[in-house]
DNA sequence: TAAATAAATTGATCGCCGATCAATTTCAAG
DNA sequence: CTTGAAATTGATCGGCGATCAATTTATTTA
């Protein structure tokens, strides 16, 4: 039996993707296995290795559909050229994000794909879009200096999320701390040192 | 035959450790195989488990031997009550260490317990020591404030150190881009932050 | 319409993996 | 010398990711 009717190759590419979000939500990365993904979406593995070339594919994809989530949803921000307010506002949305879809965002770091395979550029490209939103928010604060130094700037801030993320959903915050209080302190500590800096 | 006299548990132990590392820092964390570590220390898988619960705690018992060695490193630098130089040679040996050691130094922030399997105890005093050298080196800027906040400041530049780490493990740095001067010019804008501030 | 072609789907199969456990062997205490 | 406790083995289990020849279906061609 083939081309059942049943679904597009797009349909299929779809549920595939969605019940491993839903098996990831709930279990974790580690609890994602090809053989329920299938059985999920009424096909047999064969299938689902003609849709993508192996598990890590998949993830890839999933993660892929994370970042362009969050993308989304940060988009919503209105930049208002106050860095303080706009980048405020960044974090608020970065990090209600991360908090409502934690599994999905931490398997998004979680994952690794194996030694020597580098990863897709598309999937890079997702990341400096985001990049570049946070590049967007710090400009108004650092006129008059290099686009390398901005770039620098709104990525050292980036990474400094992304570790509180990591910790976060790794359950290493302390009692009584969440990443948004932590996240509110860094941009306004950073920013205030951004600015008085010569 | 058992309790055959060529090793005591406790040097079992060191040697399925040892073997552990050195698998890791060639192939990966993803590269690790329970089979293959008994291979290299000329016992058998049941041997292993009877050493460790799983592969597991296995891990966790080599990535508490990274944090310790990182920590050893770290407490040869030298508080000058300086923040700026004493934070910056901090962050030097930091990252040092997990240039050196990056495929071990990987290990500990890919692995993850299954789902619902608290971090031991054991594991996270060794993290909170890591910190507790920070909070020293950033003290003399801070006085005055609660020990709440010193502690605060120095969890959020840990944390964002880490997140370089992380980000620079896992190939996704850019191009004349180092963890080491992303770092750097973290903590000289954080550090400057905190000092204006009120 | 019929035959040929291309694509999708299956499921048996392979070689691994982590983990378990009854049987066996060794050592140390009595 | 006997006995019991601890260590060690290796066969075994269930499950995994991945592969692929065989089969089925849809589309194209004649």
Not at 132 to 152: F, K, V, Y
Not at 162 to 180: A, I, K
Request: glycine share 6%.
């Amino acid at each position: 039996m083939a081309r059942r009717s049943d679904h597009t190759r797009e349909e299929l590419w779809r549920l595939a993707i969605d019940a491993s979000k839903k098996i990831v939500e709930i279990e974790g990365l580690r609890g994602l296995r090809a053989r329920q993904i299938a059985r999920d979406i009424g096909y047999t593995i064969g299938t689902l290795y003609n849709l993508f070339d192996d598990l890590d594919d998949l993830i890839m994809h999933m993660n892929g559909e994370t970042l362009d989530q969050l993308m989304e949803e940060c988009s919503k921000v209105e930049l208002t050229q106050d860095p303080n307010m706009d980048l405020e506002r960044l974090v608020h949305c970065y990090l209600n994000f991360t908090h409502e879809n934690a599994k999905l965002w931490n398997a998004v770091f979680e994952h690794k794909l194996p030694e020597g395979r580098p990863v897709p550029d598309w999937f890079s490209d997702k990341v400096s879009r985001l990049l570049h939103l946070i590049e967007c928010a710090l400009a108004p604060i650092l006129t008059g200096r290099s686009d390398a130094e901005i770039h620098q700037h709104a990525r050292i801030l980036w990474m400094s999320l992304f570790g509180m993320t990591v910790l976060e959903g790794s359950g290493r915050l302390q009692e009584g701390e969440t990443s948004l209080t932590l996240a509110r302190t860094l941009i306004k500590t950073y920013v205030h040192g951004l600015q008085r800096e010569p």
